[in-house]
């Protein structure tokens, strides 16, 4: 019996947390080409979030850069809301370690306002989205809106229980 994606993902994964990277590259890549071939458009979306994951934890930013914000595509299409503000999250991440906060400011502001309508179950991911947020206007010279978004990561992380995220708003806030 072949193996479903949710296998596939489940593998890639593990591979990733085994730091096994090589092997969660070629996990999902497999499964990019799977799901395209069946046109699977929801496990397509998915598997490119995961190939991304994978294209940036050996380095490779702007391949990964590149398939976020094709996953991005579908999931403007099919949804859900939360799986797009993920996508836009992580490449507004890349495009920030690429040194282009400019460009990463409005994903990060469209994720922002997509996990604020989902309520108290998206906290962490606001958190993580307030704080690159965060770093971008303080690259940008925005100071008053760097603070305010420190503030409100730190707040949060606070909420959910994260230390270091707090710990790391904290001292921003303290500089």
């Known amino acids: 019996m072949p193996e479903t994606f949710k296998e596939q993902f489940a ?30 458009r929801p496990a397509l979306a ?21 398939l976020y914000a094709n996953a991005a595509v579908l999931y403007r299409q099919i949804g859900p809301p939360a799986r797009l503000a993920y996508a836009l999250r992580h490449e507004a991440d890349i495009l920030r370690d690429l040194g282009l906060p400019a460009e990463a400011e409005p994903l990060y502001l469209e994720a922002e306002q997509i996990y604020r309508q989902q309520g108290e179950d998206a906290d962490l991911d606001l ?17 008053a809106d760097s603070r305010s978004h420190f503030e409100q990561a730190r707040d949060l992380y606070t909420k959910c229980n994260v230390e270091a995220g707090a710990a790391e708003c904290s001292r921003k806030l303290s500089q």
């Open 11 to 40: 593998r890639g994964y593990q591979a990733r947390r085994e730091n096994r990277l090589a092997d969660s590259r070629a996990i999902f890549l497999k499964a990019v080409r799977s799901a395209s071939e069946e046109a699977d």
């Open 127 to 143: 958190a993580n989205t307030l704080r690159g947020l965060a770093l971008v206007n303080e690259a940008m010279g925005k100071t």
């Open 46 to 66: 998915e598997a490119l979030c995961g190939l991304g994951q994978a294209e940036r934890d050996i380095g490779s930013l702007e391949p990964a850069r590149h």
